[in-house]
């Protein structure tokens, strides 16, 4: 085992005009945020690295956009209770396109991309959202929904033909101007800065009307079906709790308010840890559905990322670094993998769900994955390839080969 020794308030300027950069404020680290607008008035914002090399002003976005698509709507399966949001817009999003198109990458003459300026980090409304922009309510630039969901409770009731629209934001998040890389490529500074960005955007979009649940997360592969090389990643702020979450929220009902304490403590007196520090322990769970899982959970109880320290963001940034450094050593290849942040709801379980990370992979051995075929993925009923023990003390092993 390796051993490693309150947010800003969110402040949108709604008469901000297109291309015009707000006023900037700095966060903690020495992050520097830079608020403006695309063309068609989405929301973009810009986070500097501490000591950044870029000046202040930042280019104009000069294109001329389609108007934004209609807000998806959402249609319940009353057979699981589950909503499911059709955004057929969503077809017409970039496949895989060369790196001389990267729709990520700072605009130039030739590639009309998303964001007009070089930059560190940067944050922008998805043109092909799955939840938004409607909101339940009017909110700055963002319209009404005609059909808002009315509350949890109104979502929890069962019915044939139930819709409601999709409100709520989906944002792409940038962690770098390169064409190729994921997190585990970027350097402790740049790490630091994304993980500043995550907590400032779980404020902001946890404050928006309707929103109940906030989602950072990073695709990284084809295998897992990643459309895009560029290194990135996306956060969602769902209408609802997700399925997920509330099975979570029952677990906890169903035992003790400080069950992730005790999963804590019972995967530290294990052999399945991986690496910890002083806030935070990085595990394989006793229960691996995955070839490759790992969870990463903080010491302390904190619902979400505007909760922790500065202290535990500065050690998150090397440490998670390492962790998946280590992941791609296994192979000594790139790992796909889904690297899902899951934070407490907005409105439920925030003194019992704890903010933590589910890493989870395919890949089973060095050309081999795991796909879910008739008993995972129809009936929800899973077998472990690898067992956690083994699958623990090999990641062991390569995380501390890992060098920063």
Known sequence: MLTITRSPTYHVDVNMQIGETSSAQTLGAGVVKRPTRLADGRELIYFDDPGTTLGAERSVDARTLDPRPDTATMRLDVLTGDWISVAAARQNRAFLPPAELDPLAPQTPTNPSEIPSLYDVAVFENKSPS?????????GDAPAAVNPPRGLDDLDALGLGRTRTSVGRCEVVCFSPEHAGSFGTLSETRARTVIEAWADRTAA????????????FENRGEAIGVTLPHPHGQIYAYPY???RTTRLLDAIDRTAPDLFQRILDFERG??????QGEHWTAFVPFAARWPLEVHL???????????TTDAERDEL????LRLLRGVDALYDSPTPYIAAWHQAPVRAGRDSARLHLELTSPRRAADKLKFLAGSEAA???WIGDVPPETSAARLREAVEGVSL
């Open 131 to 139: 939840f938004g922009p409607a909101l339940a309510e009017a909110h």
């Open 379 to 381: 009936m929800g009923a």
């Open 297 to 307: 959970l903080p010491h302390r109880h904190v619902a979400d990322f505007t909760e």
């Open 317 to 320: 940034a090397p440490l998670y």
């Open 270 to 275: 294990s052999e399945r840890v991986i690496l």
């Open 241 to 243: 709790v997700t399925p």
């Open 205 to 216: 979009l946890s404050a928006l009307p309707g929103v109940e649940q906030v989602f950072p």
